[in-house]
């Protein structure tokens, strides 16, 4: 078995090792291809008719090279016979050792399909030769964080916009980090890939990181991390570079704030997801609309008002209430059948929750979001015939300009939860060019 079929490989490593479940010991060859999956070849010198491992087994080992390994991971494949052979698919790679005396150390993150200018010139050297680029500073969580093209950039953007695939694009740097601060470190760049997915219009995320004492190479950590596939439906514009830096900058710390509270996350996964263009548009606009639920949602638990009146005093008097109802509709519609009028009466147990036109209102309001009473109700009527019959409403306009509309009215309403006031693309005006002033990008508005 070889790993050819599972795609791009970034990363190898090859040696010899223990599986801890019954110690058998094993040769290995570890992988992590472009889309962040980790799967390892077990070859064992013994006949094993079955594992019988319901939980992740895990690896020990050395490489070719001496250094540490461990894996964990599950079984996907077991072929026994005088050398067994296992494949697993990996949760994480540890490659090298730390110590608490390893300190000062400088982290390298890859990140996946990452398209960026940058508005800072450094300089670096390849084959002895002076070469300059331009990357993003940034100081997040009190760390500079440097954001760089890999050398083979030009080439994979290429790749990727015609494959739609995933890959390594771009990595980030930290500088001075102790041993104590990984964890806060990884946090800052899941918190950066994140935003950068919000204005890329694609899912961005790391999937491995090396680090580097003051003269050497130490340790690598590989993650089987979520990534999704290429995407140019761009929320913050790529022209000019300094849109995505002052995004960054003016964004983060205050996604960091409201992260936990209103489940951003997830919230800009749904959004990115719903950019995908292998998808059917009409799934793509269900899932718009599942992003603002899902945001009107936890902002109507925070302030206490996800219901017109206290819940389980409504629950408890729920059914006298479908009784009552159903009276009415009785009285009123004479003629029709009896289960009809029941199947209606049983809606009145929504009766307590609050109005989607109500929410969007009361959201709209509390993080000055500037759309009108006419575009929530646009929102409405689409989002209606999504929802209840999977297809958009040929009233109001195209498939196409519906789903403009809903990408624009949600990233909209995202921009300014996380209080931006800069550039960005309304993708319900006619693109012109890529460049400054073209006609799509505009300032975002905010309310009073």
């Given amino acids: 078995m070889t790993f050819n079929y599972f795609g791009k490989i970034i990363r190898r490593y090859v040696g010899t090792g223990e599986i801890i479940y019954n110690k058998y010991k094993t040769e290995f060859e570890l992988i992590q291809t472009s889309k962040g999956d980790i799967y390892a070849i077990c070859k064992i010198k013994q006949f094993i008719l079955s594992l019988e491992i319901e939980s992740n087994i895990k690896l020990y080992g050395l490489t070719e090279d001496k250094l540490k390994i461990q894996f964990e991971g599950i079984e996907i494949g077991f072929t026994p016979g005088e050398t067994t052979e296992i ?44 070469c300059f680029a331009l990357q993003y500073h940034f100081n997040l969580g009190g760390f500079d964080v440097y954001i760089r093209r890999i050398r083979e950039y030009k080439e994979v953007i290429d790749i990727l916009k015609s494959s739609k695939d995933i890959d390594i694009t771009c990595t980030a740097e930290i500088r001075n980090v102790s041993i104590e601060s990984i964890d806060h470190i990884k946090g800052i760049i899941s918190n950066l890939c994140c935003l950068l997915s919000l204005a890329k219009g694609c899912n961005i995320n790391w999937i491995y990181y ?81 992003t603002v639920e899902h945001i009107k949602s936890c902002f109507l638990r925070i302030i206490g008002k996800e219901f017109i009146i206290d819940n389980e005093k409504f629950n408890v008097n729920s059914d006298q209430i479908v009784a009552l109802i159903e009276k009415a509709l009785k009285d009123i519609f ?28 009361m959201l709209c309001n509390c993080y000055k979001i500037n759309i009108n009473s006419k575009e929530r109700s646009r929102f409405k009527e689409i989002r209606d015939n999504l929802v209840h019959r999977v297809i958009f409403n040929n009233e109001i306009g195209t498939p196409w300009a519906q789903y403009c509309f809903l990408m624009t009215f949600v990233g909209r309403i995202l921009l300014s939860v996380l209080d931006y006031d800069g550039y960005f693309y309304d993708w319900t005006k006619p693109p012109g060019y890529l460049a400054e002033d073209m006609e799509m990008r505009i300032k975002l508005e905010r309310g009073r």
């Fill in 87 to 130: 494949i697993l698919k990996g949760n994480y790679i540890n490659v090298g050792c730390i110590t608490k005396k390893d300190n000062n150390l400088t982290i390298i993150f890859g990140i996946t399909n990452l398209r960026i200018l940058g508005t800072e010139r450094y300089e670096f050297f390849e084959k002895e030769r002076k």
């Fill in 210 to 290: 090396d680090m580097f004492s003051e003269d050497a190479y130490i340790f690598s950590r590989h993650e089987n991390r979520v990534t999704k596939t290429f995407g140019t439906l761009e929320l913050i514009p790529e022209l000019p570079g300094k849109d995505l830096e002052y995004f960054i900058n003016k964004t983060y710390q205050r996604y960091a704030e409201l992260k936990e509270s209103l489940e951003l996350e997830k919230a800009i996964a749904e959004f990115s997801d719903s950019k995908i263009e292998s998808d059917y548009l009409e799934f793509r606009a269900l899932k718009l609309t599942i």
């Fill in 334 to 361: 004479i003629d029709e059948d009896i289960k009809k009028i029941e199947l209606m009466a049983v809606h009145s147990k929504g009766f307590n929750y609050c109005t989607l036109g109500r929410a969007l209102s």
